[in-house]
């Protein structure tokens, strides 16, 4: 099977795939190692840019990405590159030739992929880190966010296992205060936040035990296995992205009635199509083009007020503006309502009110991944790690980071 997945890729003198991947993996190079039926070489150029594979290679949105770019895919089926990724990665081992760890203290706060990959591209420099984590468990929004039906949280416990095994200290069930991060930094050479977007946009609408965020639902049935609390059996999701998608989907598994409802048309929705795809399949009903305008709670469910939208001209991203429909307002009743409009970061741990624009914010203080960038895909956050950590690195020599 890997062989007939490798050997459909035409190994091209300009790899397009490698331009679709946000890490630069190369793509091209690993697959041909497999060609040649030289698995550690692969390994060690999948490794070499990429430390996660087994995150990258269950999580990303590889049609959009790698897959999305490859010639094959022009005019018929891309190289099945995700699938060979993970084969790379469920066949070999990560590289741990270290140097000797030096002496100086880094603390990181969060152990999501931004973390885990800034440590590892740390270690691999001799330094060693301390991570706090407030969850007991590694992987950050992978662990609490991503329902066990999409992704082995088995996983994360080898990782934590490897990474404990190269020097890393977890400290579990740690949430670091606004308050106690001075200490922090003065403990330590080098402090970095890692905290993720976990704060939810709400629109305004008060949470309630009808009226729920996406992590929040997500958490409920991830992390509390709390299924047995939801308020009924019928449930509007609002958004289009994967933590939408997420929730419908983990709530079809619980009640009778999930539907999605987003502002723009199913070719804007941000969500990984396969998710959709799987959505559908399970059951999960699509409102397009539709927006919720007021939420009135009743004694026993609720009332949302839904308007029609319609797209209009196309943005420099690439998305349609869109605008409510006149005199489309309706009523609809529902037991449930889950808000995936987006999330951002807390930053107030750090005194900021604002997105900073570079990851060294201050003295020995650094911020990376989500946190740093708003919420982005799982291999953006590895990379972000990466190069948080090089500019860790250089502050820590003395030099300008
Ligand atoms: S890291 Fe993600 S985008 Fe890059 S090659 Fe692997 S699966 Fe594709
Ligand atoms: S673009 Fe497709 S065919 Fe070409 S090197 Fe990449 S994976 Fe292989």
Redesign the pocket.
Known sequence: MITELTAYCLSCPKPK?ET????G?H?RDYIKAMKDGDIEKAAAVLYSV?PL?EL??RL?D?DR???GHCVRGMRGEPVQ??QI?RYISDHSKRPVGFPVAGDKKIAVIGSGPAALSLVYELRQNGCTATIYEKEEQIGGAIYTGIPDYRFDKTILEKIREEWKAFGTEFRFGSEIREEELGALCEENDAVILAVGASVENTAGFETNDRILGGLSLLYKLNIEKDAGSLPGKHAYVWGGGNVAMDCARSLIRHIDDVTVLYRRSLKEMPANGREIEEAMAEGVKFAYLHNIKEVRQESDHLVLTVCEMELGETGSDGRASVTEKAGTLTEVETDMLVMAIGQKTDLHIAGLSERPAAHHIGNNLFICGDAFTGPKTV?KAIRDGKETAQEVLKYLEGGDS
């Open positions: 795939c679709g991947c946000p890490c993996n793509i990429n594979p990258t290679s990303c590889c990405q790698c897959q590159i995700q990724e291999v």
